[in-house]
């Protein structure tokens, strides 16, 4: 079992945390073949997913693709950016678009690593921006870009400009 099923957090949201849940850009949707009423429309190609009250505690919401009782992600293989950016985002600030990583102790991966280990991983990070195109996802699908989050820890600054 791999940290992340054993964490149990990701995927379950507060009520008040709800406006944080999963987006997935036009495309994603047409992959994961959803009914279209599992969204609503978050902007331009961009749509969040609608979470439904937990099984077991009546104050969480989920995503409907949380299969609670195995703590696994029904559309893994083809789970959103924005899952699989977990825990960094993108935030607006002003004129400059940020990368950010919520606080250490938000999730398991990053609560556990040294140091030494966490940086290494946010250089893979880097990397994987670089290497799969982010920016221009991000560019095409600027609603994948959040608002500034007082729990994120800056990365990394862009200028509107530089996303190509």
Known sequence: MNICQKCRSCCKFKKEHE?????FTKEEVKRINADKNLFKIKGHGVYQIKLVPSKFDKEILVCPFLDEDTHLCKIYDKRPFDCKFWPFIFMKDKDKIQLGCFKKDYCMITENMSEKQYQIYLNSIFDWIQSNKIMKLIK?????????????????????????
Not at 19 to 23: D, H, L
Not at 140 to 164: A, M, Q
């Open 19 to 23: 406006y944080f849940a999963p987006v």
């Open 140 to 164: 095409k699908y600027p609603d994948l870009i959040w608002e500034k989050e007082e729990d994120v820890v800056v990365l990394k600054e862009f200028s509107s400009d530089s996303l190509v």
